[in-house]
């Protein structure tokens, strides 16, 4: 069954303690990417993918890191979480390198900072 | 940037009525249109897209309307079900710096059919 798989689903914990949220696709997809939903927000951006060893910055990097060494895998690193990082996190990938078109997302991680 | 209003945050209609929820966008030069469902404690996926050379797209009870001149588009649910209760997001593509194309999304609208 293709699909994004994300893991922890659920995880809370404190300021400052590094965290990693993986993210893993079978489609073989070059393009990949890492979203937050926050309330009223929607989805934004926080890094992206283009193939492997290609990442740049989404519309909301500030404390996220990411890696790309694998085409099927695309960690999100949290070096130091701060509370304001608390939210529902979104990994997606698509077929088209660079184009919009229909993106995939996996099921979700939701992060509690305290 | 592109930046994408969406409205209303929150619908009720009554099943078997319909339901439109409406975009904006700001970048004239987005191309592509997509609207994503997200079911209660899952992640959105795509239900209807359309590109700029089109000006409505039809699938089954769904359908999505362009006006590209007025930079706003809008999805319309006919013969609303109770499992169309869900948070819808529209979203637009536009280039980034690198000339790439990104999806910005909105902000959401939450739908409840009421049976």
Redesign the interface.
């Given at each position: 069954e293709a699909q994004?798989t994300q893991n922890p689903r659920y995880l809370i914990t404190v300021t400052g303690k590094k965290l990693t949220v993986t993210c893993s696709q079978n489609m073989n997809h070059e393009y990949m990417s890492w979203?937050r939903q926050d309330p009223?927000?929607?989805?934004?951006?926080i890094y992206?993918s283009?193939n492997v060893e290609v990442t740049?910055k989404?519309?909301v990097p500030e404390g996220y890191k990411v890696s790309r060494k694998e085409k099927r895998n695309f960690p999100l690193i949290l070096e130091s979480p701060s509370p304001n990082q608390t939210s529902l996190y979104?990994c997606?990938s698509s077929s088209h390198r660079?184009?919009?078109?229909?993106?995939y997302?996996?099921?979700?991680t939701r992060l509690t900072v305290t | 940037g592109e930046n994408v209003e969406q409205h209303p945050s929150t619908l009720s209609v009554q099943e078997g009525d319909s339901a439109v929820i409406k975009c904006t966008y700001s970048d004239s030069a987005s191309n592509y249109f997509p609207w994503y469902k997200q079911e209660l404690g899952k992640g959105p996926q795509l239900i209807i897209d359309i590109r700029s050379n089109v000006g409505e797209k039809k699938d089954q009870r769904i359908a999505v309307t362009l006006n590209k001149t007025a930079k706003h588009f809008s999805l319309h649910i006919t013969e609303t079900q109770p499992e169309d209760s869900a948070v819808y997001f529209c979203a637009a593509s536009s280039a980034n710096n690198f000339g790439n194309e990104k999806l910005t999304f909105g902000t959401g609208t939450r739908l409840t059919i009421i049976p």
């Open positions: 994004v979203y009223g927000l929607g989805l934004r951006q992206y283009m740049d989404g519309d979104f997606a660079g184009r919009a078109y229909e993106q997302f996996g099921p979700g | -």
